[in-house]
């Protein structure tokens, strides 16, 4: 059996896989969805504004240090390789990063509340790298703003309400053109919206992970499940990117 027949099958199944991900991503929100998402926006609005604002600034404070920080950009691009190649080093990426999740999750989880609120920079950190790692395995060249808000967009689609998955895919399955739109800056992002849907999606675990005692399990569990998620979505965004530009996406 040649490479070029094993290459070829691969791909074939890479865009079966593909289009299974896509569908679901298209799904109208069920109706435990939207009665959830009304749940929250209900907590939400009884929350004080001045705590939605410090918590949004926070939250963009941290994700812009991360994308701008050169620090997540020491890997570069693999610009040569088939499909599997790519993905084969993208899988590599996310085993190491779910297990440092883990364990990251499972040391904040012990300590209680304080340590507790350590995580969430510590976690989105490593969530970021993790994905800026999968981006070069696809042989993207990171150092590029645009990039980095593909990146970003592939964060927002798995940390969201499936409304927001639904908008969202629509930007990732056309970002050739909508790229082209896009400021120079991250001033104009949603922040508001982007930290109440990641907080929200993530609000039960890591409440969870606060108790006393089974906090350290909690974390070490969710952390690794939620960095696992952001990785299979990430690499069908990616996969998506590849079959596009090479005309192979059916």
């Given at each position: 059996?040649?490479?070029?027949?094993?290459?070829?099958?691969?791909?074939?199944?890479?865009?079966?896989?593909?289009?299974?991900?896509l569908?679901?991503q298209?799904?109208?929100?069920?109706?435990?969805?939207?009665?959830?998402?009304?749940?929250q926006?209900?907590?939400?609005?009884?929350?004080?504004?001045?705590?939605?604002?410090?918590?949004?600034?926070?939250?963009?404070?941290?994700?812009?240090?991360?994308l701008?920080?050169?620090?997540?950009?020491?890997?570069?691009?693999?610009?040569?390789?088939?499909?599997?190649?790519?993905?084969?080093?993208?899988?590599?990426?996310?085993?190491?990063?779910?297990?440092?999740a883990?364990?990251?999750?499972?040391?904040?989880?012990?300590?209680?509340?304080?340590?507790?609120?350590?995580?969430?920079?510590a976690?989105?950190?490593?969530?970021?790298?993790?994905?800026?790692q999968?981006?070069?395995?696809?042989?993207?060249?990171t150092?590029?703003?645009?990039?980095?808000?593909?990146?970003?967009?592939?964060?927002?689609?798995?940390?969201?309400?499936?409304?927001t998955?639904?908008?969202?895919?629509?930007?990732?399955?056309?970002?050739?053109?909508?790229?082209?739109?896009?400021?120079?800056?991250?001033?104009?992002?949603d922040?508001?919206?982007?930290?109440?849907?990641y907080?929200?999606?993530m609000?039960?675990?890591?409440?969870?992970?606060?108790i006393?005692?089974?906090?350290?399990?909690?974390?070490?569990?969710?952390?690794?499940?939620l960095?696992?998620?952001?990785g299979?979505?990430?690499?069908?965004?990616?996969?998506?990117?590849?079959?596009?530009?090479?005309?192979?996406?059916?």
């Amino acid at each position: 059996m040649n490479k070029e027949y094993i290459d070829q099958q691969y791909e074939s199944l890479a865009r079966k896989e593909l289009k299974i991900w896509l569908d679901k991503q298209h799904q109208s929100p069920s109706i435990i969805s939207r009665i959830t998402s009304g749940t929250q926006r209900s907590i939400n609005n009884i929350i004080p504004d001045k705590i939605h604002q410090a918590v949004t600034f926070a939250i963009e404070k941290m994700v812009k240090g991360v994308l701008i920080g050169n620090k997540f950009i020491s890997t570069k691009p693999y610009l040569y390789g088939q499909l599997r190649h790519r993905e084969l080093k993208a899988r590599k990426s996310i085993k190491a990063y779910t297990r440092t999740a883990s364990v990251e999750g499972a040391v904040t989880g012990a300590g209680g509340i304080l340590m507790g609120f350590a995580d969430l920079p510590a976690f989105l950190a490593i969530k970021m790298k993790m994905l800026f790692q999968i981006a070069a395995a696809f042989g993207h060249e990171t150092k590029e703003f645009k990039e980095r808000l593909f990146i970003l967009y592939v964060f927002k689609l798995t940390f969201s309400t499936q409304k927001t998955r639904n908008e969202t895919i629509y930007i990732i399955e056309n970002w050739d053109t909508y790229s082209q739109t896009l400021p120079d800056n991250l001033d104009d992002f949603d922040w508001r919206q982007f930290q109440l849907e990641y907080r929200d999606f993530m609000d039960l675990a890591k409440l969870a992970q606060m108790i006393p005692i089974i906090g350290a399990g909690i974390g070490a569990v969710a952390n690794y499940k939620l960095s696992l998620l952001l990785g299979k979505n990430a690499i069908q965004a990616y996969r998506l990117r590849h079959l596009q530009k090479n005309k192979e996406l059916t």
